[in-house]
């Protein structure tokens, strides 16, 4: 497709948008450049942290709409996602941890469905990276603190398994573990933010060329592609929140595979 556009731009017609137009700096610190998608970044943190502070500000018993609003919010994360997974008494203490991934991931995404932002900042594969690294390190690190060494066993020697194929299953159950388990968590959510950006974008960008266009029946059809452009908007919107549930849930899981790898 790029290789047919770019001859058509040569010629007057449709320019693709190049890597060069994309995130300009707004400011630079030596290599160091602080683009759109850092300041979206630090937004996100600013905007869930003031909506939690100003939402729970008061406390009241009988809670206001904004309250009423935070607490269904922590409420959803906690019960749907830490107790349901986790369970048992111990599951309070990674609250913390599935609330902010939740919301921080959510409020990143959602960037993307917002006209003026127009920008999942995961859709950049970097920060998809940094979660997932950071989620892998935790429930490795919970594991080997419960079991200490044996843990490596726990992780790559399924029970059961007659001692013949164990030569076969260890190394497929190390690479699915620490290898292909991070890097999947990581670029499901890469790969979905930047695929329905791409799909509105493009779906924008050839609106505007029909559009442009002399030829009344190409007009015509930008009207179809608009249509088919709101309806894969807000396919992308419940894409969004659908992944940022789904990276949640997978920490969940991950963490209570690490903490019980003696009963699976």
């Known amino acids: ?120 900042t995961f859709s950049h594969v970097g920060g998809a990276y940094v979660l997932a690294a950071l989620v892998w390190f935790i429930w490795i690190g919970l594991g080997f603190k419960k079991y200490g060494i044996r843990y490596l066993k726990l992780a790559t020697v399924p029970s059961g398994v007659p001692w013949y194929l164990l030569p076969m299953i260890i190394p497929i159950e190390i690479i699915s573990n620490f290898l292909v388990r991070p890097v999947t968590h990581s670029l499901r959510l890469f790969a979905t933010m930047l695929a329905g950006h791409l799909i509105v974008g493009v779906a924008g960008s050839g609106i505007e060329f029909l559009i442009a266009q002399e030829n009344i029946l190409l007009q015509g059809t930008s009207v179809l592609v608009l249509a088919g452009a709101v309806a894969m908007y807000f396919l992308e919107a419940l894409i969004m929140v659908l992944q940022a549930y789904i990276f949640v849930l997978l920490t969940a899981i991950y963490i209570e595979g690490a903490m019980n790898a003696d009963s699976h």
């Open 1 to 120: 497709m790029i290789a047919l556009a770019l001859p058509a731009a040569e010629e007057g017609g449709f320019a693709p948008p190049g890597v060069g137009e994309h995130l300009p700096a707004i400011f630079s610190i030596g290599s160091f450049d602080f683009t759109k998608h850092s300041l979206l970044v630090l937004l996100s943190v600013v905007i869930i942290a003031f909506f939690f502070m100003f939402a729970i500000r008061k406390g009241s018993m009988v809670p206001g709409k904004l309250q009423f609003l935070g607490e269904t919010a922590y409420g959803f994360v906690r019960n749907s996602v830490a107790k349901d997974v986790l369970g048992g008494q111990d599951f309070i203490k990674y609250v913390p941890l599935l609330f902010s991934l939740f919301f921080f991931i959510l409020v990143n995404n959602i960037y993307g469905a917002i006209p003026i932002l127009q920008l999942p």
